[in-house]
T-cell receptor
């Protein structure tokens, strides 16, 4: 079945440093979504990428979808303590509403 | 405010018992999903439903059952056949189709005692 791999599993950064998490799929994806889960909370939808090579920005967050639609990345510039949490990518290879396959997530830990 | 509500927040189950987790949404979403979250494992799909009275197994359906009698409700039963049920259970909903993000509930933490 479809697999979505995400690295790194943990990332420690000093506040103000940049952060990047990478996502790779074993199959070509129709789209990829990113979610953030704060400690003790539930995942919250951040963004969706659909087109090959697509780049989207949300303030300090930059999301990219690879040309082959099999990989994606999330980059945070100048991290802040509010960025703490686990970032998940999730994708599906079909066109229907079957469930998303989630990566295992990257835990972002920020040291002030 | 529209949203998705899971209850209870915490649930304790004795071995051999069935328990049912509630999930209700007032977002008018057609699709609903159940995921299980374990430390270091990410989210794994248990069951999903795209329409009332229809549902499909996900990757880890063994030991679980669901029903979808109403659009707003998608309860999950954790049966005694589930060998390791202690986990954080998340319900989500979305508009039908593959290009919509999920709205998650706040989760139910189930512990077997």
């Amino acid at each position: 079945g479809q697999q979505v791999m995400q690295i790194p599993q943990y990332q420690h950064v000093q506040e103000g440093e940049d952060f990047t998490t990478y996502c790779n799929s074993s199959t070509t994806l129709s789209n990829i979504q990113w979610y953030k889960q704060r400690p003790g909370g539930h995942p919250v939808f951040l963004i969706q990428l659909v087109k090959s090579g697509e780049v989207k920005k949300q303030k300090r967050l930059t999301f990219q979808f690879g040309e082959a639609k099999k990989n994606s990345s999330l980059h945070i510039t100048a991290t802040q303590t509010t960025d703490v949490g686990t970032y998940f990518c999730a994708g599906r290879s079909g066109g229907g509403a079957d469930g998303l396959t989630f990566g295992k997530g990257t835990h972002l830990i920020i040291q002030p | 405010d529209g949203g998705i509500t899971q209850s209870p927040k915490y649930l304790f189950r004795k071995e051999g018992q069935n328990v049912t987790l509630s999930c209700e949404q007032n977002l008018n979403h057609d699709a609903m999903y159940w995921y299980r979250q374990d430390p270091g494992q990410g989210l794994r799909l248990i069951y999903y439903s795209q329409i009332v009275n229809d549902f499909q197994k996900g990757d880890i359906a063994e030991g679980y059952s669901v029903s979808r009698e109403k659009k707003e409700s998608f309860p999950l039963t954790v049966t005694s056949a589930q060998k390791n049920p202690t986990a954080f259970y998340l319900c989500a909903s979305s508009r039908q189709g593959s290009f919509y993000g999920y709205t998650f509930g706040s989760g139910t933490r189930l512990t077997v005692v």
